[in-house]
């Protein structure tokens, strides 16, 4: 079984940053990838960032702002963002996908901006 565990969220005003982590812990053969995803009151979820290999993909709306790393050695991933937007206000989820196609997802950690 594969637990993820968030953290890093928080109160901040808009134009500050956070830094989320996301530390992947139990039986865990091969990480295809890992992302970010984020769920605001009333929305539906979706994605955030995403690491994949090399290569990342982020939604329109944080491309610029936010940064997607992992560290493999470490079965972490981390979300930076910088210069904050009220409507950034969500639960942010971490996701693992492997290569067998199961998903995990970790519980969620609440940013919120205010203005």
């Known amino acids: 079984q594969v637990q993820l565990v968030e953290s890093g969220g928080g109160l901040v005003q808009a134009g500050g940053s956070l830094r989320l982590s996301c530390v992947a812990s139990?039986?865990?053969?091969?990480?295809?990838?890992m992302g970010w995803y984020r769920q605001a009151p009333g929305k539906q979820r979706e994605l955030v960032a995403l690491?994949?290999?090399?290569?990342?993909n982020y939604a329109d709306s944080v491309k610029g702002r936010f940064t997607i790393s992992r560290d493999n050695a470490k079965n972490t991933v981390y979300l930076q963002m910088n210069s904050l937007k009220p409507e950034d206000t969500a639960v942010y989820y971490c996701?693992?996908?492997?290569?067998?196609?199961?998903?995990?997802w970790g519980k969620g950690t609440l940013v919120t901006v205010s203005s």
């Open positions: 996701k693992l996908t492997d290569y067998g196609g199961l998903h995990y």
């Open positions: 139990g039986i865990i053969f091969s990480i295809d990838s």
């Open positions: 690491t994949s290999g090399g290569s990342t």
